[in-house]
């Protein structure tokens, strides 16, 4: 069983940037975000396989960018000009398959956007 551990969240202001980290126990083909808001359901943010290729939701794409360092197990979320609409418990995830459903959660992590 694979865990992750997500570090980087808090209180930033509107237009300020956070970066968002996440370390896999082992090696994982797929990894990304999720983030839920009250009441709402949860919704995929970024995604990236093993060889770099990423996806973005259209609600962060030249705003938010994903990474990874395969070495180290561990994929970036690095968000900027962030809105209060970004206000979410952001949740890392891992899946085995290329672009697969999650196989793995981390416990998630807070990110709060105001002034």
């Known amino acids: 069983q694979v865990q992750l551990v997500e570090s980087g969240g808090g209180l930033v202001q509107p237009g300020g940037s956070l970066r968002l980290s996440c370390a896999a126990s082992?090696?994982?083909?797929?990894m990304g975000w999720y983030r839920q808001a009250p009441g709402r359901h949860r919704e995929l943010v970024a995604a990236?396989?093993?060889?770099?290729?990423?996806n973005h939701a259209d609600s962060v794409k030249d705003r938010f960018t994903i990474s990874r360092d395969n070495a180290k197990n561990t994929v970036y979320l690095q968000m900027n000009t962030q809105k209060p609409e970004d206000t979410a418990v952001y949740y890392c995830?891992?899946?085995?398959?290329?672009?697969?459903?999650?196989?793995?959660w981390g416990p998630g992590t807070q990110v709060t956007v105001s002034s």
């Open positions: 995830y891992g899946a085995k398959r290329s672009w697969g459903t999650p196989d793995y």
């Open positions: 990236i396989i093993r060889g770099g290729t990423t």
């Open positions: 082992g090696s994982i083909f797929t």
